[in-house]
């Protein structure tokens, strides 16, 4: 019975390490075709950048929301948010007023880990389709993102989303121009 719990034992370590290792791999391979601009990848992915448009500093992290600055809605007629969440998030849905609309961020986050993204999707009959998705750093600085080739005619929301090593909260503000 010992030698049995024994190597139970050290089966069951075995596993925790391969697995720990494979997550560790993961997590270096998802980084290195971002940072390689391999064309699987980076067709729907971009980074975003800086930017002198000034936007207010959120330091309000207590909890996960997603506010916009007219009482009782997602997104004022300037297009103006804040946002604070600890996982994921969705904005409420827009229709841009052009082919192409900017995203400007500014946000902070709690961990040492940085980076986040807000992707932008279509909204479909039968799922919802990723248009961009594009990295962002949170450290407290204005960024930006052009969206190009968009359907006026076509709803589309955001989704604010980080790694899944990053541990902290993301707190921030922004502003998507031109809407209707």
Known sequence: MKRF??????ILTVILITTSNNILSYASDVEGVKDSGSDSYSSLYDVATSSDVKLEKNTDSSHQYFVFDESGQKMDSNGNFTFSFSWSMDSASF?????????YARATCTSTVKSY???LYRIDDTDDTLVKAVSFTANDTSQQYTFTGLDTSERYFLRFTKP??????????????PIQ
């Open 164 to 177: 899944f090593w990053n541990a902290g909260t993301v707190t921030g503000s922004g502003q998507i121009t």
């Open 117 to 119: 993204n807000i992707d």
């Open 5 to 10: 719990k024994h190597a139970l034992s050290l």
């Open 95 to 103: 229709k841009p007023a052009s082919s192409s609309i900017t995203l």
